[in-house]
């Protein structure tokens, strides 16, 4: 974690403020669990695992949008809420730059891939704003 001090802005790498434990929950997780996930880390977002890696990520407005619609969040799975869509980062994009790329994906959450493709880490917009409007609380 960075000291409250060090100054990170929009032109600096994504890897400065990316959380490198990312939540994560298989795809034939019921939608409770993932939800319980999504507590336990206390994050706003999971990835979704499949047998070769990443193949989805749920936040929790895909769980709200569930409830809302009357979904049985025993019989849901992750499979059935999650946007398979991902919008990737790499570690060294500039925060600026994907700050804009989610802005235009209207997502809150990025996954990082490191050079050898295996996730690195993930960023919200939370971690976006904290770099151009400093630490919260």
């Known amino acids: 974690m960075r000291a409250e001090t060090e100054l990170i802005g929009p032109g600096d790498q994504v890897r400065r403020v990316m959380h490198v434990v ?12 993932v939800a319980e ?26 769980v709200v949008t569930a409830l809302a619609i009357g979904g049985d969040l025993d019989r849901l799975q992750a499979a059935d809420l999650m946007t398979t869509d991902i919008l990737w980062a790499d570690p060294h994009d500039g925060i600026g730059e994907v700050a804009r790329r989610m802005q235009e994906a209207h997502v809150r959450h990025v996954p990082v891939r490191g050079d050898s493709g295996a996730v690195a880490g993930i960023v919200s917009v939370r971690d976006v704003l904290e770099c151009l409007a400093g630490p919260l609380g």
């Open 22 to 33: 990312v939540a994560t929950v298989a795809e034939e997780c019921s939608a409770r669990e």
């Open 37 to 62: 996930e999504l507590v336990a880390d206390e994050v706003g977002a999971v990835l979704v695992t499949g047998s070769h890696g990443p193949v989805g990520i749920v936040s929790e407005r895909d």
